[in-house]
């Protein structure tokens, strides 16, 4: 590495809060998805309850794009950012349909 030099952006103490608040609501929000998309397939609410997950998951992702930009992440790690925006979006439905597989083939 003779010539090249290595830069970093650091975290501006007035980003800081901005992180803090928009990594902690990628957990809350995350958490909504999560539990109204379940409550919605267990039959605990009604399926016009089903859009109100997929904001969450909106909001999710938003926030896990807000807390990238302002940790000045590189590209590997804003596609990892991404695959689990991607992730937390398909996990739910992996999970309900190898459930619903597996209700059917032991048919009580």
């Not at 109204?36 to 909001?59: E, Q």
Request: proline content about 2%; charged content about 15%; hydrophobic content about 55%.
């Amino acid at each position: 590495m003779v010539g090249e030099v290595l830069m970093t952006k650091d975290i501006l103490v007035d980003e800081f809060l901005t992180i803090f608040v928009s990594s902690t609501l990628v957990l809350v929000f995350g958490g909504f998805y999560v539990g109204i998309y379940t409550a919605v397939k267990v039959k605990l609410l009604k399926n016009w309850a089903m859009p109100f997950s997929y904001l969450f998951w909106i909001l999710t992702a938003y926030c896990l794009y807000l807390m990238g930009s302002y940790m000045h992440v590189n590209e590997f790690t804003a596609k990892a950012l991404v695959v689990a925006a991607i992730g937390i979006l398909l996990l739910p439905h992996a999970v309900y349909y190898m459930q619903d597989r597996v209700h059917e083939e032991n048919e009580h």
